[in-house]
């Protein structure tokens, strides 16, 4: 079998049943769940990134919605993103009945747009899964992101047998997918629009850059400063953690909290507020170079070199995201 599957797993899949090895031979991309909701974490996630990096297969991640609000949305879109692998090629949304269930009818359109422009504003190119009974209701199909992703089994047999009604760049065509390296069935994509493998994984080819040796200078992180906030009636560490721009780990870290759903009503809470700072990234497109970026965002090759850990700066790849400011 040539090396072209595409295959989404979560911890209904644990990754010790996985063949890895075997896996590496014929899988092209891994879509990996993070998340159902910001409450539950997916347990094999890491596992699946770690073996995805041990032997060399790209991956993204997807995250299934269960925000109760549009603002919700944007806190969830937080969560996620604190708890991605940064080598992810890119960042799905999963919006099905359960999604509607806990937002309503109503917002959710909106909400599943706000978690999106969340993800595509932290630099990343996003997903929208959508469910096919569900993409033409409550305005979803009206949602933006960079690449659709819809599931159409038809008879669901492991065998790609009935398109997607709506054009998309992704198609699940089977739940009952059958693999070598699987002992059991597993979810099974293929790409079903204009964009390649290559705009899901990015290039291999390297693009040039001047062999120029600069002397590298020091980076200055962002700065951040510490104030104080008193629990009120209905607040949660991690809305807490959103309006100072920092996440629910370091406050825990910093006011020594085990339980992240206990905080209660007059707790004072230290809180490191990330002050906002002129940080850009670049998505790498064909014909840039580090030379290039360098003067574009007003930094230099060794500072780009630096933020990024290249070991060489005349290789860089269609769809890296770099940091340039």
Not at 64 to 69: H, L
Not at 150 to 174: E, H, M, S, V
Not at 196 to 203: A, D, H, M
Request: proline share 2%.
């Amino acid at each position: 079998m040539s090396k072209s599957l595409i295959v989404d797993i979560s911890h209904h899949q644990p990754s010790n049943k996985i063949d890895w090895k075997k896996a590496a031979e014929e899988v092209a991309l891994f879509i990996i769940r993070v998340q159902y909701g910001s409450s539950t974490l997916d347990r094999e996630y890491k596992s699946h990134v770690a073996n995805c990096k041990k032997y060399g297969i790209p991956f993204g991640h997807y995250a299934y919605g269960r925000f109760v609000s549009i603002e919700d949305a944007k806190i969830e879109a937080r969560d996620f993103l604190n708890r991605i692998d940064k080598e992810a090629k890119f960042l799905v949304l999963d919006t099905e009945n359960d999604t509607i269930e806990s937002c309503g009818t109503k917002d959710v359109a909106e909400a599943s747009q706000a978690f999106i422009d969340v993800c595509k504003g932290a630099g990343y190119k996003t997903g929208f899964y959508v469910s096919h009974h569900l993409y033409k209701s409550y305005g979803l199909n009206n949602v933006k992101s960079d690449f659709l992703w819809i599931p159409r089994y038809g008879t669901n047999d492991g065998t790609a047998n009935k398109k997607p009604d709506f054009p998309c760049c992704l198609w699940q065509y089977t739940e009952k997918g059958k693999v070598s390296w699987y002992p059991s069935f597993i979810d099974l994509n293929r790409l079903n629009g204009s964009k390649t493998l290559e705009w899901f994984i990015g290039s291999v080819k390297t693009v040039d850059a001047p062999k120029t040796v600069v002397k590298t200078e020091v980076v200055t992180k962002p700065s951040s400063k510490t104030s104080t906030y008193k629990v009120k009636s209905g607040d949660t560490l991690s809305e807490i953690a959103s309006k100072y721009n920092t996440t629910v780990k370091k406050l825990q870290e910093l006011n020594n909290i085990k339980d992240a759903n206990k905080i209660y009503v007059g707790q004072v809470l230290k809180v490191n507020e990330q002050v906002e700072d002129s940080t850009k990234y670049h998505t790498v497109k064909s014909g840039d170079t580090v030379s290039g970026l360098a003067k574009k965002y007003g930094s230099t090759q060794s500072q780009i070199k630096s933020w990024n850990n290249l070991k060489d700066i005349n290789k860089i790849y269609v769809g890296q995201k770099l940091r340039v400011k």
